[in-house]
Nanobody, 127 residues
Framework: VQLQACGGGLLQAGGSLRLSCAAPGPTFSRRDMAWFRQAPGKEREFVAVVRWRGAVPVYANSVKGRFTISRDNAKNTAYLQMDNLKFEDTAVYYC?????????????????????WGHGTQVTVSS
């Protein structure tokens, strides 16, 4: 299943963006939804995940306090609200849906836990 991520753009440091990720299919409400990002020349890195069971979201330290992940099960959509953006947040952002409904906490940051990915949306922050 191909996810559809959108909402990226070009903006100045300190600005805000809201990314959206539509995830068609019947399993959305029982899967964790995550955002990853990949900057030029770097590996894909975990950004945040929102659990389907309603537990507290998990964030990478680099975005904690600035980004907020959420989901709307009625719309099969996940969101990433990004505030106080920094130059180092520049990357292609990908959303992903977990393979199973039972990903353990310590594995949430691993890309191999997700089997459905969006094409990615570019976020460029100028300093």
């Amino acid at each position: 299943v191909q996810l559809q991520a959108c909402g990226g753009g070009l903006l100045q440091a300190g600005g805000s963006l809201r990314l959206s990720c539509a995830a068609p299919g019947p399993t959305f409400s029982r899967r964790d939804m995550a955002w990853f990002r990949q900057a030029p020349g770097k590996e894909r890195e975990f950004v945040a995940v929102v659990r389907w069971r309603g537990a507290v979201p998990v964030y990478a330290n680099s975005v904690k306090g600035r980004f907020t992940i959420s989901r709307d099960n009625a719309k099969n959509t996940a969101y990433l609200q990004m505030d106080n953006l920094k130059f180092e947040d520049t990357a292609v952002y990908y959303c992903a849906k977990s393979r199973t409904s039972s990903v353990i906490l310590s594995s949430l940051g691993g890309p191999d836990q997700y089997d459905a990915w969006g094409h990615g949306t570019q976020v460029t922050v100028s300093s």
